[in-house]
């Protein structure tokens, strides 16, 4: 069993940053894919970001240039740098871990920008 717990949501005006992180526990060997999700009112769930084990990455190009992922394998743990937010990245923000060939979801952590 993999139980993932999100923190460092917030509130932010634009142009601030935030991070958040991802810790993953359980009886956890080696943790495939790990990446960021978010949804906003009224829409689907989108990628944000993910970083492979060998640490790949891939970001939606919403964010490219302003969102930073990173991951420490040693804490099972996931990262996610928020620079330059803008009112348009406000949504509940879900971390995701692939193992074993099977996904696992956070109950997700709000972030919103605003002034």
């Known amino acids: 069993q993999v139980r993932l717990v999100e923190s460092g949501g917030g509130l932010v005006q634009p142009g601030g940053s935030l991070r958040l992180s991802c810790a993953a526990s359980?009886?956890?060997?080696?943790?495939?894919?790990m990446g960021w999700y978010r949804q906003a009112p009224g829409k689907e769930r989108e990628l944000v970001a993910e970083?492979?084990?060998?640490?790949?990455?891939n970001y939606a190009d919403s964010v490219k240039g302003r969102f930073t992922i990173s991951r420490d394998n040693a804490k099972n743990t996931v990262y996610l740098q928020m620079n330059s937010l803008k009112p348009e990245d406000t949504a509940v923000y879900f971390c995701?871990?692939?193992?074993?060939?099977?996904?696992?979801w956070g109950n997700g952590t709000l972030v919103t920008v605003s002034s």
């Open positions: 970083v492979t084990s060998t640490g790949t990455t």
């Open positions: 995701k871990v692939v193992y074993y060939g099977r996904d696992h």
């Open positions: 359980g009886s956890i060997f080696s943790i495939d894919a």
